[in-house]
């Protein structure tokens, strides 16, 4: 099956910093989505972005598709950013599920 | 708009008990929706895919049996653990489909089972 690998799995930020998450897949998918979830649990998502380049305020996308991987970059970081953030990739088989990635844990320090 | 909303949010059950957990679409319908679950800092795992009017589809290694899924009307999934052990224990995460004009997916806030 399809494999999602995202880097690096743990990032530690000072309150202001930049960042940047990678999420690498082995073969043609239909759809990206990227996700933050917060400590209580809740997905929240980020954005929706089978290619091209998306930005939503402080945080924006990238997905180059031929090359099989997606950006996630984050600016000027909150204390508010903290949490997992995770990559979905839907397959090519039409059938909608979604496969995640392990997702990378983020905490900005105050 | 795309709000998913589950029912109920924390759960505490005996062993042998069966539970359900709700999952509902609140402002689109949701012809397809999803169950997912979440083990303490690991990933989402899909269980399983509910198709209104129509028996779910399990993901490998997911017994059916044990987690029935029950996709009776556009806007509402339900999925019951049936004799629940201490293993069940986890992170149940449902997510729905918008639909037509979008493949973006949205998930509800989750329901933390407990099973003593």
């Known amino acids: 099956g399809i494999q999602v690998e995202q880097s690096p799995p743990d990032l530690i930020l000072q309150e202001g910093a930049n960042s940047t998450l990678r999420c690498n897949f082995s073969?043609?998918?239909?759809?990206l989505q990227w996700f933050h979830q917060n400590p209580w649990g809740q997905l929240i998502n980020l954005f929706y972005?089978?290619?091209g380049t998306k930005q939503n305020g402080r945080l924006s996308a990238t997905t180059v598709a031929t090359e099989r991987y997606s950006l996630l970059y984050i600016s000027s970081s909150q204390t508010t950013d903290s949490g997992v953030y995770f990559c979905a990739v839907e397959r090519r088989d039409s059938s909608y599920k979604l496969i995640f990635g392990s997702g990378t844990r983020l905490l900005v320090r105050p | 708009g795309a709000v998913v909303s589950q029912h109920p949010s924390r759960v505490i059950c005996k062993s042998g008990t069966s539970v359900k957990i709700e999952c509902r679409s609140l402002d689109f319908q949701a012809t397809t929706m999803f169950w997912y679950r979440q083990f303490p800092k690991q990933s989402l795992m899909l269980m399983a895919t509910?198709?209104?009017?129509?028996?779910?589809?399990?993901e490998q290694g997911v017994e059916k049996d044990k987690f029935l899924i029950n996709h009776a009307s556009l806007t509402l999934s339900t999925l019951t653990v049936t004799s629940a052990h201490p293993e069940d224990s986890s992170f149940y995460i449902c997510?729905?489909?918008?639909?037509?004009?979008?493949?973006?997916?949205?998930f509800g806030p989750g329901t933390r089972l407990t099973v003593t």
């Open positions: 972005i089978p290619s």
């Open positions: 073969d043609s998918v239909n759809n």
């Open positions: 509910s198709n209104e009017g129509s028996k779910a589809t399990y």
């Open positions: 997510s729905a489909r918008v639909g037509q004009l979008s493949y973006e997916q949205y």
